[in-house]
Each structure stands twice: as C-alpha cells, then as structure tokens.
C-alpha cells in the first residue's frame, strides 16, 4: 500500500485547507491522519472505519472533518478555523480495524497503523 498526501500550505489563522491521501491499493479497514510537529511526538488526529465511524482528537473536534471516497480510495481531512497550534506536518495512515466485544474500533496510536504517507506540511500564522 502507497500513501500519498496533498493539500498542505501555509495560512493564517482563522483559515481553512483541504489535505487529500491516495492510496495505491485498496486500505485497510481504518485511515487516519497524523499530525507531528518539530520536536513534539506524533499524535493522532482522526481516524475513519471502512463504515464511516469517525473519531477526533479533542483538540481539532468541531474544526476538522475527516472523510472518505472509498471507490476512488481516497482520504481527506477538511480543516477549518486553523490555529497555530495547528502547525505541523500531517501524514495518513492505515490500519486493521480493532474488535472490542462486538463493536469495531479504530485507535489511534502510530502502533496500530501498518502503513504511512510521507506527510504534508501545514503552516498556520497568527
């Protein structure tokens, strides 16, 4: 699996970017995006299952929307509001799917992802 990310740039705070990830093949069952910044660990960001159930990090909840285009495998990553605190370089991953009892999980540790893009930068000024 190739995963190609698109879309970063820099803005200023208060605007919005669109990052896209193609994959070569079909993914796994869960995709996410990562983000990682000088010096700071990576974090999880977003995830998304193979049935749309989305996942957010507390600090991008009600700014970023993650979807998904399976048919042309394709994730995405709407951010809106950008701060930033936003600023790093941001990857997609993908992953197997968890099963807890009987629900489906998608974490969102770096473990738990097989597969990574080479990232995309977002710059955000204040």
């Known amino acids: 699996v190739q995963l190609a990310e698109s879309g970063g740039g820099a803005v200023q705070s208060g605007g919005s970017l669109t990052l896209s990830c193609a994959a070569s093949v079909d993914t796994f069952n869960c995709m996410a995006w990562f983000r990682q910044a000088p010096g700071k660990e990576r974090e999880g960001v977003a995830t998304i299952s193979d049935y749309g159930t989305a996942t957010y990090a507390d600090s991008v909840k009600g700014r970023f929307t993650i979807s998904q285009d399976n048919g042309a495998n394709t994730l995405y990553l709407q951010m809106n509001n950008l701060k930033p605190e936003d600023t790093a370089m941001y990857y997609c991953?993908?992953?197997?799917?968890?099963?807890?009892?009987?629900?489906?999980?998608?974490?969102?540790?770096?473990?738990?992802?097989?597969?990574w893009g080479q990232g995309t930068q977002v710059t955000v000024s204040s």
């Open positions: 991953a993908t992953g197997p799917v968890h099963w807890v009892g009987i629900a489906r999980r998608c974490y969102n540790t770096t473990s738990d992802f097989n597969y």
